[in-house]
């Protein structure tokens, strides 16, 4: 009591309205960390503690202060309400079990129900805070039968979803070359997100693009209504025809779900509008809280005009600015503001703080991207050493494929780190195939999990026997796996009747263990049965790699069925993997660095954020560059990394970069020359100086007559080629240096000599050089963990694996050859 007391407390006034405006529909506008999910959270904790008892007659716009202050006043001291407020105490409260509050990420809603569990106990477990997507599941599997579906229906991943169109190609006869699967997939998933089905869809010119993407549509949601099998986006979409088709079904949520909210709801499509009008379209109580500045999704689907049309959808809207951000420091919030301000198509608004002014921006031009992680890694470490966790610190970049560099970086110098997606855990294959044979289990209709395992290992099924039966299936209209079953009957399955009859024996057996034993013994003897163990027992060290991740698999399914209890099953479970997404991975205890791109960090806030990567053609992205919407949109990606950090922010980018095996030199990012330089402090790692003088050489050489065109100088890493320029003049360029000077010099087509790289960085590895060989007991220095002893030396393949007992660190492990180390 006392806490939410508390907790009201510190409110602002305006945060106050909000909270205390109950009663229809509310939209909340505003920038980056002025506590709009605070008020969401708040505001839940009001309506089921105090009901209405704000909103009244009196004070129609939520508070009266005189109240606010009475009340906290009687939480603190649990005194008797005066005449006036306890008849509005005496209000029924809203139960939690009425009101659903949706975010984007599973992260986002665990972290609501944390602190809601917080502040109301028991209460605020009931209270359902979920993902629109795992909202939706929970809808579905009761109804889902109205719409022809099991009510077990599985849940397809992009891998399912690509192979289940690779056969509507294969039907339809549609080459890929002319519509690319991925194409395809995206233009139905944008359909959908428009609530557009596919025989409106259809009503396209059978000859056009659009006529060729709608009949792919149509087959490919044949054929997922046969698996009985719906994709990511049909949850929204299904759930909403669901909701639009069936008027018990709509009402039976309306008057379940009396108060909806909705963080992040710039990021919502038009389907999850339509499921938002829906369920509040009785009562009218949804509040939705957003910022248009924010809004970094419109390439899913989620469209602006949610929020800019708010008040004609809900007639009447009362709607709440926030300006003071409670983030970030001034010069944070300054560099944000640079950034956006370019941007056309926004409200614009106004966004302040008194947290004070704080550290300026450091922004670190490195030479490689490996001196960016170097320096990201020094950073931390300064940090450190004054206080700091290694979990207030994030890295953030445009695209999974940069945590590379990083993640090197930090394993051999023995940084613990989370990368948040990338190759996520349940899209390894072993992982996946596992989980289809649990799927199969599940739900027999699952004919596209059956041909992922159905030969996996090796049964002497073949592709063709597999085809066969899936087309004697889908001619018959049933599973593949009641053809199995009965495969002596189909002369086109004679010659493989005795391996297909065998698997069938494999599946029944899997089904009487599955019936019989606890979850996570069903899946450890699923391992056996299937042979799939045994496959990865003789495939050496990968397979034991293999094994160990699917023995994370069994202990997760054993961790869900102890957190679920009696309710526990494995319909649910496989639910639960399909909901996972990337930012889960993350969790909020462990110390350690988080890793993850701008995307995922959404509503996530870090003392301190490094922002990588600032570099044209990687952030704005390169696709981004010919369009000046999705140049907008990156900003306000942008926009989203900046308000990310709380204490400190840093920028950084790389003169050469090696992405997807290719060396690439690009400019700093357009984002860095928006910022006023009064927030930034600037630093050239030396390996960029030197770089920048040998260029700037190179260029007043070539003034000098050759060759003309030299805008297209390109230094690789090795400084030693420069392929060609516009004129396609392979060049040469040679830094060398003498005593302290650097001086360049040029030759067309010749070779780099030896020993030339002068400039080759030092702080990228961490010198070789130098006495590496540690010993038990040797004091030594690391660049981020300070000082500590060594406590043990294993040598692997070329290197060592040195522990060391830091004097604040605790125990640490790094390779001897590459970590910032040296001895004392
Ligand atoms: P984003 O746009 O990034 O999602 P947000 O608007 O949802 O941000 P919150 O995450 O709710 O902002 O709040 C940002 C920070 O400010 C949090 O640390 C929160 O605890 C703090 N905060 C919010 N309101 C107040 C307040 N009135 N007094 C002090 N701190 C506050
Ligand atoms: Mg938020």
Sequence with gaps: RNYIASQFGKLNDVQKQAVFYTQGPLLILAGAGSGKTTVLVNRIANLIRFGNAYQTEKAPFGVSQELVDELELLLREKGTPSPELAPLLAERPVW??????????????????????????????????STFHSACVRILRRDAERLGYPKSFTIYDTDDQQRAMKEVY???????????????????????????????????????????????????????????????????????????????????????YQYVLVDEYQDTSVAQFQLVYLLAGAHRNVCVV???????????????????????????????????????TSTILDAANCVIQNNQARKGKTLWTDNGQGDKILYYEADSE???????????????????????????????????PIETYFARAGIPYKIVGGQRFYDRKEIKDIIAYMAVVANRQDDLRLRRIINEPARKIGATTVQNA??????????????????????????????????????????????????DAFVTELLDITGYRAMLELAGEEGQTRLENIGQLVSSVKTYADQRGPEASLEGF????????????????????????????????????????????????????????????????????????????????ANSRMMFGQTKRNKHSRFLDEIDPDLLTVEQSPVARQMQMVRQRYQSDARGGYPSNNSGVYLNREYNRVPANSTGVNITIKPRQTGTRLTSGIQAGSAIQAGSVA??????????????????????????????????????AGDTIVEIRFEKAGVKKTMANYAPLKKV
């Design 290 to 328: 957003g910022d248009d500045d924010q809004s970094i999704y419109r390439f899913r689907g989620a469209t602006i005009e949610n929020i800019l049309n708010f008040e004609e959808h809900f007639q009447g809207a009362k709607v709440i600015r926030l300006e003071q951000n409670y983030r970030s």
């Design 96 to 129: 939690p079990y009425h009101i659903l509050a949706i975010t984007f990420t599973n992260k986002a809603a665990g972290e609501l129900k944390n602190r809601l569990s917080s502040m109301l106990g028991e209460a605020g477990q009931d209270v359902h805070a």
């Design 759 to 796: 400039a080759r960085p030092q702080q990228q590895v961490p010198s070789r050089d130098g006495d590496k060989n540690f010993r038990v007991g040797d004091l030594v220095e690391h660049k981020v963990f300070g000082r500590g002893v060594v406590q043990k030396i294993t040598p692997v």
């Design 470 to 519: 899936a087309d004697i299936a889908s001619g018959l209209g049933i599973p593949m796996l009641d053809v199995i079953e009965h495969c002596g009957e189909y002369p086109a399955l004679g010659r493989a009747v005795g391996a297909l009859q065998k698997f069938y024996g494999i599946y029944e057996q899997l089904i009487k263990v599955y019936e019989t034993l606890p979850l």
């Design 574 to 653: 496989l639910e639960e993997v399909a909901l996972i997404s990337d930012i889960d991975s993350y969790d909020d205890q462990a110390d350690v660095v988080v890793l993850m791109t701008m995307h995922a960090a959404k509503g996530l806030e870090f003392d301190y954020v490094f922002i990588v990567g600032l570099e044209e053609g990687i952030f704005p992205s390169e696709m981004s560059r010919y369009s000046n919407e999705d140049l907008e949109e990156e900003r306000r990606l942008c926009y989203v990394g900046i308000t990310r950090a709380r204490k400190e922010l840093y920028l950084s980018s």
């Design 170 to 256: 294969k039907s339809l006869n549609v080459d890929d070359k002319f519509i690319p699967i991925k194409a395809a997939m995206s233009n139905i998933g944008r359909l959908k997100d428009k609530m557009i089905s596919p025989k409106q869809a259809l009503a396209a010119p059978a000859d056009t693009r659009a006529g060729l993407i709608a009949k792919i549509y149509d087959a490919y949601q044949k054929r997922l209504l046969h698996a009985g099998a719906m994709d990511f986006d049909d949850l929204i979409y299904q759930t909403v025809r669901l909701l639009q088709e069936c008027e018990d079904v709509r009402e039976f949520y309306q008057s379940r």
């Design 370 to 404: 490996m001196e960016e992680s170097a320096h990201v890694a020094t950073v931390i470490g300064q940090n450190l050493r004054k206080g700091a966790k290694l979990r207030d610190h994030a890295i953030l970049y445009r695209m999974n494929a940069q945590s590379g």
